[in-house]
């Protein structure tokens, strides 16, 4: 127990109160193995134009908050049932992005754990992330216990599967960790073998100068490359195909109790043409409070144009 008789076990406990589906604690470590693993994926360039990613600072959580001392790590089940459509005349949006921004809904549970937590002592300090800040997210899920960073390149807890958004609150506060999770992956290779662009380069390893996802969303350029155009697929926003197949997520997801992550009607079938002539006010409309907003209306009718050639070129 610490100086303010605060456990690991309540901090949990509230963070699954306030509708977290998984919470483990994590406590910083002296430069380990990830850390380099990250450093040799920069040094490959696997982070293609995100320079973002060279930030020392996710090299170092103290450089992020001097005082850290624990992690509360959590996570959001974000899984509904509805499948894609495999029709060419309709795009496919990730599961990520059917429903509300969920760097919106997570923020709003981490504030809430994060002032509750400074409400126990005037001295606790906190700070709180989801995907927003230079940390590596799935790092310290595994390490918290939350699960393990599979071949595909996702964290996934055994009882929701991948389809699960991660987060962490950093504090001042001593806490007890929890165990590190373990690898189950086995010797399955499914993601990797359906990879279309065979971004998968080793076993968790994804190089994002071929992954879909990664030019769907953060390729800024007029035009896509060849090689990732004629595999997309119907992809316009990011890419589910390394979680579809994935046995856990066929075996273990299951539906999502946070309402804002139900589907907004309009993503889960979108007409590709439509998308490919969307005006910019068309679009502003549509995808209010959307994680699709990091994806400008240039881009966005660039990938829906780029799917409607694939297709003309393979008739
Ligand atoms: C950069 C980034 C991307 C890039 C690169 C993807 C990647 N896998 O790194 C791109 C744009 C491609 C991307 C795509 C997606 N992303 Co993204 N992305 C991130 C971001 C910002 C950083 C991830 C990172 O640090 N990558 C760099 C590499 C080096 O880190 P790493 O994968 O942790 O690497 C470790 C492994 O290689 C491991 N390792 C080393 N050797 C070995 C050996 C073995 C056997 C194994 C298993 C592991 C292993 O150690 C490395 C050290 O860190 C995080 C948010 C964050 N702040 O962390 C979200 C995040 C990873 N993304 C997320 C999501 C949802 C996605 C997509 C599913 C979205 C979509 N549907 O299109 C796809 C999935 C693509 C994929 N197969 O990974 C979620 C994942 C949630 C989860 N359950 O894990 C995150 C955590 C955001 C969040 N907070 O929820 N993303
Ligand atoms: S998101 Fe798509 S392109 Fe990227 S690694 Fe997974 S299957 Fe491959
Ligand atoms: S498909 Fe198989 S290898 Fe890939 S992440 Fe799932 S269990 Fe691991």
């Known amino acids: ?3 303010f008789q605060i456990g690991s076990n309540e901090i949990k406990h509230k963070a699954l109160e306030l509708g ?3 919470a483990g604690v994590a406590i910083p470590s002296a430069p ?4 380099q693993a990250l450093s040799s994926w920069l040094s490959l360039g696997y982070q293609a134009d995100m320079s973002w990613m060279s930030n020392q600072r996710r090299q170092d959580i103290k450089l992020v908050m001097p005082e850290v001392k624990s992690l509360v790590c959590v996570a959001l089940n974000y899984y509904t049932p509805h499948q894609h459509q495999e029709d060419s005349a309709y795009a496919k949006i990730s ?5 509300r921004d969920y760097h919106k809904v997570m923020h709003k549970k981490l504030k809430a754990l994060s002032v509750w937590l400074e409400s126990l002592h005037p001295d606790i300090k906190t700070r709180y992330y989801a995907d927003t800040g230079p940390i590596q997210d799935k790092v310290w899920a595994q390490k ?7 071949k595909n390149g996702n964290v996934i807890s055994r009882s929701h599967g991948s389809w699960i958004f991660l987060g962490e609150v950093l504090t001042n506060l001593e806490l007890t960790p929890d165990t590190p999770h373990t690898q189950h992956c086995g010797t399955c290779t499914r993601c990797i073998d359906a990879c279309p662009t065979g971004a998968i380069v080793a076993e968790g390893v994804v190089d994002a100068n ?12 007029e035009e896509l490359p060849e090689t990732i155009k004629s595999k997309l697929q119907g992809w316009v926003a990011g890419c589910d195909i390394c979680q579809d197949v994935c046995p856990w997520n066929q075996r273990f997801a299951k539906e999502t109790s946070v309402a804002e992550f139900q589907p907004y009607p309009d993503n889960l079938a979108p007409d590709v043409a439509q998308l490919a002539e969307i005006s910019d006010s068309e679009w502003d409309k549509r995808f209010t409070a959307s994680a699709l907003r990091r994806i400008k209306p240039e881009m966005l009718r660039r990938n829906a144009r780029a799917n409607i050639e694939a297709f003309q070129a393979k008739l």
């Open 1 to 3: 127990m610490n100086q």
């Open 144 to 150: 918290a216990g939350i699960g393990w960073i599979a």
């Open 95 to 99: 599961r990520y992005a059917w429903g």
């Open 32 to 35: 380990s193995t990830e850390v």
């Open 20 to 22: 977290f589906h998984k």
């Open 210 to 221: 071929r992954c879909i996802a990664y030019h769907t969303i953060e390729n800024r350029s």
